[in-house]
């Protein structure tokens, strides 16, 4: 999985499966796009036997062809899809009951984190957050009821790397499921069910589908057991995503190596800005020799995304940076064409305690940014001004 010349060879692979993977000419027409099947039921031949399609919340073609598509992608066996990646996450988590333990990463999410310490909490789960970064954490926080560990790596917004190898070897060391949120990653730069995960999450909003259009998620895994149980759940939860936005995201899918070809090239190179930047405190980016984890994220990434954030030293500062940029938008999200900049504590992870966010680094002087696909001379331009604002 290092970055070398047997990654390009990946990415060739990678390219042709974005393109073609789980679909097929439609055998009607021969539409060489998937068709969307905007149907909520199907018509049954005669009692008793129907085309593989009986209702739309259990059966969808067009869901179905995104489902094997991002399954490929991640070397996976079974794709499961969901209409947000917070719904992906719910049903994760319902896989296991009330008293059952999870060791969760503290740098996930702001919505992961709520949607563990506020509602499954409530209902007798019990949770562990754990600098995911460190395996050691992971090993002392494993009991004898924990079922799940979960990271997500690289963190947002800290952009901590997670062992992913080390941290399957400590699960299944405790007979525990391990899941990896690769939303940040992408399939494109990272596989970890290759790396001993069990589950594969991402935020189908973010990378995949990479034109702000959509809300889905996915997860991915090889284990039919957990595939048959995960069905289970999306068929009886029924959070799954409509038609249009499930082909919105097989659109985006196909042209996702090229895009995180220049997402990986604009981030490495404002990386490289921001951190010799005088106004700017330290730039995290796992690209970035300076990065403490870089040589980790090397081994088992090929690219490290669009996906900065910076410390600028105070509040003011960064206010005045985010609202003065031009081409980068203050908003929330990532992962799209257009480059985007928010305020974590703000915006994304408003709702973890101020406490929570302090021990792990995320102060309110941080900024994050998600560098899309524009000139990057122009990016580092508009970045330029607004800092000199600051």
């Not at 047997?6 to 027409?29: I, K």
């Not at 562990?128 to 963190?155: C, K, W, Y």
Request: charged share 20%; hydrophobic share 40%.
């Amino acid at each position: 999985m290092r970055h070398d010349d047997s990654a390009e060879a990946a990415a060739h692979r990678f390219a042709t499966l974005a393109v073609h993977a789980g679909q097929t000419p439609d055998p009607t027409t021969g539409a060489i796009m998937m068709p969307v099947y905007q149907t909520s039921t199907y018509v049954q031949p005669e009692l008793g036997r129907h085309l593989g399609y009986e209702y739309a919340r259990t059966h969808n073609p067009t869901r179905e062809a995104l489902e094997r598509n991002v399954a490929a992608l991640e070397g996976g066996t079974h794709g499961i899809a969901f209409a947000s990646g917070l719904a992906a996450t719910d049903t994760l988590a319902k896989l296991w009951d009330a008293g059952d333990h999870v060791v969760c990463g503290e740098g996930v999410y702001g919505g992961t984190f709520r949607l563990f310490a506020k509602v499954f909490a409530r209902l007798g789960m019990e949770f562990s957050f754990v600098d995911s970064g460190d395996l050691d954490e992971i090993r002392a926080a494993m009991r004898p009821n924990t079922r799940l560990v979960h990271v997500e790596t690289p963190t947002n917004p800290m952009m901590r790397i997670s062992d992913i190898a080390g941290a399957a070897e400590i699960a299944h060391e405790g007979g525990a499921v391990l899941s990896v949120d690769n939303t940040f990653a992408s399939p494109y730069n990272q596989n970890p069910l290759a790396l001993g995960a069990d589950v594969v999450l991402h935020s189908t909003t973010k990378y995949i589908n990479g034109h702000s259009d959509m809300v889905g998620g996915m997860l991915v895994t090889s284990s039919d057991d957990l595939h048959e149980r995960l069905r289970f759940l999306q068929n009886a939860a029924g959070g799954v995503p409509g038609p249009w936005d499930s082909w919105l995201a097989l659109r985006g899918t196909k042209t996702l190596h090229l895009r995180m070809q220049a997402h990986n090239a604009n981030g490495q190179r404002i990386a490289e800005y921001l951190e010799a930047h005088p106004k700017v405190v330290k730039a995290f980016y796992p690209g970035l020799p300076s990065h403490p984890q870089h040589e980790l994220a090397k081994s088992q990434m090929r690219g490290f995304t669009g996906m900065i954030s910076v410390e600028l030293g105070t509040m003011e500062r960064a206010r005045a940076f985010v609202n003065n940029v031009r081409i980068f938008a203050l908003a929330e999200s990532l992962g799209g064409v257009e480059s985007l900049i928010g305020h974590p504590a703000l915006m994304t992870h408003a709702s973890v305690p101020a406490e929570r966010r302090i021990a792990m680094g995320l102060s309110d002087a941080l900024v994050r940014l998600s560098c899309g696909v524009e000139d990057v001379d122009d990016l580092i331009a508009d970045i330029d001004q607004a800092l000199a604002k600051a």
